[in-house]
């Protein structure tokens, strides 16, 4: 399932239903944060590995959020049914990581 995701060249597949009636109540951050997590899954998961890790630090920095705001958006992703979300740490740090799963 994964490989369809995946097109040659600079491009990312996204779920039309970020824009369907249904989620018309979604915020727009919620919908950059999709696509941007989109991004993230492409370029770090594959055939084999559908979970890829990333601090709310890291995904702040990134976006130039606030953490408060990533944890506030990535609930309402979750919320929705787009991400599945899990909580775990590095084996090699102290860094508290996130593993994220896009659903739709």
Do not use: P
Not at 7 to 12: A, P
Not at 70 to 89: C, N
Request: glycine share 2%.
């Amino acid at each position: 399932m994964a490989e369809m995701k995946y097109k040659d060249g600079y491009y990312i597949q996204l779920s039309r239903c970020i824009f369907e009636a249904d989620y018309k109540y979604m915020s727009d951050s919620a919908k950059w944060f999709y696509c941007y997590l989109t991004e993230l899954e492409h370029r770090h998961t594959g055939k084999e590995k559908q979970w890829f890790y990333r601090t709310d630090n890291d995904i702040a920095e990134d976006l130039n959020w606030s953490v408060s705001k990533v944890q506030r958006i990535k609930k309402e992703l979750s919320d929705f049914g787009f991400i599945k979300i899990m909580k775990t740490h590095s084996k090699t740090s102290t860094r508290h990581l996130t593993a994220y799963e896009i659903i739709k």
